[in-house]
Structure formats: C-alpha cells, structure tokens
C-alpha cells in the first residue's frame, strides 16, 4: 500500500517547534530560513548527520528503523530551501543502514561515512538525522512530537536503565527510571556535567540530549579516571584541522595523565578550564566545540576530588590504579614465593623464608598475587601503607610494626 505523503511548508515546520536534535537544539525553521537568506551557492547542500562529538551512536539503533522518515525529512528540507544537494553522513561501519537508506533515497543523495566535513559543507544546513526524522514523520502523517533517549547507570560497571526509546516531551525522568539518588554522584547528558537537582527534569524539547544517553553515575566513579578516559576518546576522533581542537584537547589530555601519575601541580586545574572554555569559540564543529566543557564542568563541580589527587596523592574513590596501594603484609607474609613467581610485572622481590616486597610503582595492579597468597598477606589499599621492611627480612622477624 502507497503511504500517503503531506506536503508541508516552512510555517508548519516553524508552528511544530521542531528542534534540530543533539547538541544545539536550534528550531528547524529559524535554520531553514537562515540557510534561504545565505545561500547563495550551487554547492550548497541539506547535510544529515549525527552530531560530530557523537562517539556512541546509540541512536543508530532506532534511527535504522526509521530510513523512510529520514529520506523523506531531508527531501522535504531540501524541497522547502531550495538545496540542490543531499547528503547523509554516518559512521564509518554502517553499511546495511546505508543499504536501507538507499531504498528511499533519490539519486541525487549521497550517503559518506565518518564525521561531517565542516569546513568543506561551509554554506550548507547541517541537520541530525533525528530532525530529518521528524520532518519525514511529519510529512508522512506519523506522531514526531517525541524524542530519543536511553539512561545508563556508570558505576563499577555500565548498565541500561532503560533503552533507546521515543518518548512523548514532557515526560519526566523519574517515569523513566528510579534512581536512588543518594548513590549519585552525578549525571552527564550532551557532553556537559549536570548535578542532582537534573534527576527532577523532564525531556523537553529545549533539553539538548547530545548522542541521545542521559549517564547516571554512581559515587564509585572517580571523577578523574572517568574525564580522563573521555577526553582521550574525544582527542582520538578529533579531525586535527582547528588548533584549539587538536592542541586544546592534547594539553588537557597531558595534564590529566599528569594527576593520574602523581605529578599534577594546582594551577593546571585553571589552565584545563580555561582551555575547555575557549575551545567552545575557537573550533569548527560539536567536537572542538564541546570536548573540552567536561574537564571543565568537572573541575567547577569536583575541585576538592582533583585536589585530593593533586595534593594528598590521594583517590577518594579507589578507583585510579595509580593511587591503590599493594604491600605485602610483613606480619602474616611466610616467605613461599607463590606470589613471586605469578606477577607478571616482576615486582615481587623476595627470597625462601623473607618477608616478600612489593615495588608499588611498577605493579600494574592485576591482583594475581592476591589471588594466589596463602596467607592472605596482600594489601591492597587506598590509605598510607605502614612501615614495611626496606630489606630482605626473614619471615617472622619484622618488629617495628
Ligand atoms: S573542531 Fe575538531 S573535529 Fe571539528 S573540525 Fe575542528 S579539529 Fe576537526
Ligand atoms: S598486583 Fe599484579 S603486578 Fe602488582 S604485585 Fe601483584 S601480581 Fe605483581
Ligand atoms: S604468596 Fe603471600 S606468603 Fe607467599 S611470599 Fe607472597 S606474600 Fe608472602
């Protein structure tokens, strides 16, 4: 059976309050009607995309269901702007959603892979493939007035509190998930750091959702273990083309590395916000522009955290291995060796019958020797280790302690 297809104009689109999805939830119709003014090239084109600093792609999982819609909402734009040309960009890997696309895809679209080329769609109306969503659900009658979304928990480990689904606006996010708020440390949602009080919020339509997953994270995270992962993540997917972008996300990188091996110094803290705030102004895409907010957001919310690394040398939450302590505890330790000879780090020192030693900087934290001890004389710990032997001391001997 055909679907029956509406036409609809620039005023509809605009009395719809549709919102451009992701990161800058700007109303598609101010968009359009910007695009109509500027253009005035041949080249210019209706580019649909995630956003750049999408690194997860979850949408991906409902946005293939939703290739008619999408074809559709980029013919309906370009239609209404008068854009020659389309193009859908997405990650690299997506074949068969590219083979789905192409089914309702007219000749002039062109599908690419990897991030949108910024510099080289100057002059083009960049939308997200979720609004193309919208405007082909529109067109095609279907309800649009919803948005994605997914609530992950981050803790010792990462659980789906609820999936990727539509949901109607306005729907509040405790109908969604219970979260026991006295477990949370934080929550992150479109790159930026958001404290307790955002558990009360709703799913508007001026809630910038970013990659479409509201990060629920528990007290256990360390807050330097976790901006450091992700802004090596956000260094490695950066184009390298905007200098704040590729030397902004580089000094950040270095100086976070710094606090994780106990040699960060206080003033790197100013100078690792101040970089995230300038790069907003300074880059040319999602990427530059919101990959250096987290360290900062981090830095405003958790200074005491990074002080503790940076000061005491200290992790409140155990969780950066650079800061866990393994010792061997000289009271119990009988001098067998087993643990000697399974560290694969050779950083058991250690002879027949003496107190074993570990050499704590060169230990990778693996807990192997833990699991083999028979006298249950591993320490691992976050606090001061006690006096320990400083040389070979036979079993049974050390008093000091
Ligand atoms: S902001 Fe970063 S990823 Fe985006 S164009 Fe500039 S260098 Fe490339
Ligand atoms: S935790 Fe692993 S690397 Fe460290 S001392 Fe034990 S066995 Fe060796
Ligand atoms: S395995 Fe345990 S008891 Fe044996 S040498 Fe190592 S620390 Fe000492």
Redesign the pocket.
């Known amino acids: 059976m055909m679907t029956a297809i509406r036409n609809l104009s620039l005023e509809e689109i605009e009395k719809a309050d549709i919102r451009d999805y992701g990161m800058y939830i700007v109303p598609l119709a101010k968009k359009m009607k910007e695009f109509i003014a500027a253009s005035n090239n041949e080249d210019a084109a209706v580019v649909a995309a995630l956003n750049n600093f999408d690194s997860s792609y979850e949408l991906l999982t409902v946005l293939k269901d939703k290739c008619e819609s999408i074809c559709l909402g980029i013919d309906k734009i370009a239609e209404l702007t008068g854009a020659k040309k389309k193009f859908i960009y997405l990650p690299e890997g997506c074949e068969t959603f590219a083979q789905c696309l192409k089914k309702y895809a007219g000749d002039e679209l062109t599908i690419e892979y990897g991030i949108v080329p910024v510099r080289e769609h100057r002059g083009s109306l960049i939308v997200h493939l979720e609004t193309a969503r919208k405007a082909g659900d529109m067109a095609l009658g279907n309800d649009y007035d919803n948005t994605p979304v997914k609530i992950e928990m981050i803790g010792s480990e990462t659980k789906t509190v609820f999936e990727m689904a539509y949901v109607p606006y306005g729907t509040p996010l405790s109908e969604l998930a219970s979260i026991d708020k006295d477990n949370v440390k934080m929550i992150k949602v479109a790159g930026r750091l958001k404290g307790l009080d955002f558990l009360n919020t709703s799913i508007e339509k001026d809630l910038p959702l970013g990659d479409g997953v509201i990060r629920i994270y528990d007290k256990i995270c360390c807050i330097v273990d976790q901006v450091q992962k992700d802004v090596k993540v956000n260094r490695s997917r950066s184009c390298g083309k905007c200098t704040f972008c590729r030397e902004g996300l580089a000094q950040q990188d270095m100086r976070l590395d710094e606090i994780e091996d106990k040699a960060g110094v206080l003033r790197a803290l100013d100078v690792m916000k101040k970089i995230g705030e300038s790069m907003v102004y300074s880059t040319q895409c999602s990427i530059g522009e919101f990959s250096g907010l987290e360290a900062a957001d981090s830095i405003d919310m958790f200074r005491d955290e990074y002080e503790s690394h940076i000061k005491k040398k200290y992790c409140p939450t155990g969780a950066c291995k650079s800061f866990i302590r393994m010792y061997?505890d000289p009271r119990?330790?009988?001098?067998?060796?087993?643990?000697?000879n399974v560290c694969p780090d050779n950083c058991?020192e250690?002879m027949e019958g003496y107190?074993?030693i570990i050499e704590d900087d060169y230990c990778s934290k693996c807990d192997r020797?833990i699991e083999?001890?028979?006298?249950n004389?591993?320490v691992k710990t976050i606090e001061k280790a006690p006096a320990l032997p400083d040389r070979m001391t036979k079993a049974g001997r050390f008093k000091r302690y």
């Open positions: 061997v119990k330790c009988d001098g067998c060796m087993v643990c000697l058991i250690g107190i074993h020797c083999v001890c028979p006298q004389a591993i």
